[in-house]
C-alpha cells in the first residue's frame, strides 16, 4: 500500500547515545516533514523539506539533524540524544506547492530517552 | 506568524450525541484550515479540509466543519457520535512558509456508551 513509512517504532536509548529515525514514502511527494508530538503541545515541526537535496529548519531543530539524499527518504537524526527528546515523532510528506490534499502521516516513532 | 487554539483539551459525549470540536486560528490572509483525527497508537488522518468557497465543508465519517471568519473559526462537528470516533483531533492551518502546517494543541474526545 502506498504511504509513509516509518522506521523504528519503538526505540528506547540512554542518554548521549546517537540514532537515525527513517521516513520513506513512495507517492513521489516532494516535501517531506518531521514532526514531535507532546502531550497537550499538538505537533511541532522540527525539519522539513521541500525537495531532493533540500532541508529547512522548523519550529524546535535544536538537537536535530536531516538529510534527504534521496527524494523518497527524510532521515532525522539525534546526535546526543537527551531526556527532553522523549517524544513521538512523526513523518509526513506532501505535494509541492499546488497540493490540496493535506499531508500523508506515518505511524510514528515512540522514543524514551533514559 | 500563524496560530491554532484548540480550547478544549478533553470532551466527553455519550454514543448517539451530538459533537462540536472548537478551532481557532490566527493567520492574516485566508487560511487553508485542516481536521485531523488520531487514533491510538495511529499516525494522523486527514478529515476535511478547508481552502474558499463553501464555508461548510464535509469531510469523511460523517464529520463537517465551518469556516467562520468573523470569528476566526473552524468547529468541526458530527450529529451523532460513535464510540468509534473516541479519538485526538487536531486543528491545523497552513501558513505562508512552503507548505507547512501549524497543528493546534489537540482535543482529546471520549465517548460514553
Redesign the interface.
Known amino acids: 500500500n502506498a504511504g509513509?513509512t516509518q522506521t523504528p517504532k519503538f526505540r528506547v536509548l540512554k542518554t548521549g547515545q546517537s540514532m537515525t529515525l527513517l521516513c520513506a514514502q513512495d507517492m513521489n511527494h516532494e516535501?517531506m516533514?518531521w514532526?514531535r508530538q507532546d502531550p497537550?503541545?499538538?505537533?511541532?515541526?522540527i525539519h522539513?523539506s521541500?525537495g531532493e537535496g533540500t532541508t529547512?529548519k522548523?519550529e524546535v531543530p535544536d538537537g536535530y539533524n536531516v538529510s534527504r539524499l534521496k527524494k523518497q527518504n527524510f532521515l532525522l537524526g539525534l546526535e546526543s540524544a537527551a531526556p527532553s527528546q522523549t517524544s513521538v515523532y512523526?513523518c509526513?510528506s506532501?505535494y509541492?506547492?499546488d497540493?490540496?490534499?493535506?499531508?500523508t502521516?506515518?505511524?510514528?516513532t515512540r522514543l524514551t530517552v533514559v | 506568524a500563524q496560530s491554532v487554539t484548540q480550547p478544549d483539551i478533553h470532551i466527553t459525549v455519550s454514543e448517539g450525541a451530538s459533537l462540536e470540536l472548537r478551532c481557532n486560528y490566527s493567520y492574516g490572509a485566508t487560511p487553508y484550515l485542516f481536521w485531523y483525527v488520531q487514533s491510538p497508537g495511529q499516525g494522523l488522518q486527514l478529515l476535511l479540509k478547508y481552502f474558499s468557497g463553501d464555508t461548510l465543508v464535509q469531510g469523511i465519517k460523517g464529520f463537517e466543519a465551518e469556516f467562520k471568519r468573523s470569528q476566526s473559526s473552524f468547529n468541526l462537528r458530527k450529529p451523532s457520535v460513535h464510540w468509534s470516533d473516541a479519538a485526538e483531533y487536531f486543528c491545523a492551518v497552513r501558513g505562508n512558509a512552503g507548505n507547512m502546517l501549524t497543528f493546534g494543541g489537540g482535543t482529546r474526545l471520549m465517548v460514553k456508551p
Open positions: 509513509v516535501y516533514y514532526y497537550g503541545m499538538g505537533l511541532r515541526l522539513y521541500v529547512a522548523g512523526f509526513a506532501s509541492g506547492p497540493w490540496g490534499y493535506g499531508y502521516f506515518g505511524s510514528g
